[in-house]
């Protein structure tokens, strides 16, 4: 059965050229629920519901992804603790391609339907490599070992407390051959407890380039 495409684009690719499969009926496909719309993506062959969240890995990120993706940041952080506006938001956008091209990187988002509702990212701090403007040094077998550095962890307001920030961690730290993940996390914000409680241990505090305190926290990933 033709449905009408979305109005945006495919959420692997952001690319334009796609079909729609089929409408899901009632008791069509076990687990969907009924009236979703399935479609397929001509240029990276993505499947994808309007119905479902949905997680997409990627390892580089293309002009259309930048965009994307500062859209997100300045919504997630608009809000307080973090008060940021557009001279923060444009820095987001012009270093996302560099930090793209780094040993390790990975991008995992996730989405609504056609809407991209969260993102996290990061990629590998070499060992002997540390945060800038840290008080002070990590223990010796962090210092020495390759690090996850955690960028970003981004969810839209109104996909939170879904299961959705969650998952994406999961599936950014999945897997990774470093011995440690590590991220700075302001700490007034909701995410700080959520690291605590998620086992995530402080090392130590900074600064950002525009004055917000940071704790630096890290993570003992399995092997």
Same mark, same amino acid.
């Given at each position: 059965m033709g449905v009408t495409n979305p109005s945006t684009q495919c959420p692997a690719c952001l690319g334009?050229?796609?079909?729609?499969?089929?409408?899901?009926?009632?008791?069509?496909?076990?687990?969907?629920?009924?009236?979703?719309?399935?479609?397929?993506?001509?240029?990276?062959?993505?499947?994808?519901?309007?119905?479902?969240?949905?997680?997409?890995?990627?390892?580089?990120?293309?002009?259309?992804?930048?965009? /994307?993706?500062?859209?997100?940041?300045?919504?997630?952080?608009?809000?307080?603790?973090?008060?940021?506006?557009?001279?923060?938001?444009r820095g987001f956008r012009a270093g996302l391609p560099e930090e793209a091209t780094r040993p390790g990187f990975a991008l995992i988002t996730a989405h609504d339907g056609d809407t991209l509702v969260g993102a996290a990212y990061g990629w590998t701090m070499e060992r002997g490599r540390w945060w800038k403007r840290a008080d002070r040094q990590p223990p010796a077998d962090v210092l020495d070992a390759d690090k996850l550095a955690v960028l970003e962890w981004l969810v839209r307001p109104a996909h939170r407390r879904r299961g959705v920030g969650a998952e994406l961690?999961?599936?950014?730290?999945?897997?990774?051959?470093?011995?440690?993940?590590?991220? /700075?996390?302001?700490?007034?914000?909701? /995410?700080?407890?959520?690291?605590?409680?998620?086992?995530?241990?402080?090392?130590?505090?900074?600064?950002?380039?525009?004055?917000?305190?940071?704790?630096?926290?890290?993570?003992?990933?399995?092997?």
């Open positions: 334009d050229d796609f079909r729609s499969l089929f409408r899901i009926e009632a008791g069509e496909l076990p687990g969907y629920p009924e009236d979703a719309a399935v479609y397929a993506c001509d240029d990276c062959a993505h499947e994808w519901d309007t119905q479902h969240l949905s997680y997409v890995q990627h390892s580089e990120v293309s002009p259309a992804w930048v965009d /994307a993706l500062g859209d997100l940041y300045a919504t997630v952080y608009a809000e307080p603790p973090y008060c940021e506006g557009p001279d923060e938001v961690l999961r599936r950014l730290l999945d897997g990774r051959p470093e011995p440690y993940a590590t991220l /700075a996390s302001n700490p007034e914000s909701a /995410a700080r407890d959520i690291y605590e409680r998620a086992g995530w241990v402080q090392v130590g505090e900074s600064e950002t380039p525009w004055g917000a305190h940071m704790h630096l926290l890290v993570l003992r990933l399995g092997r």
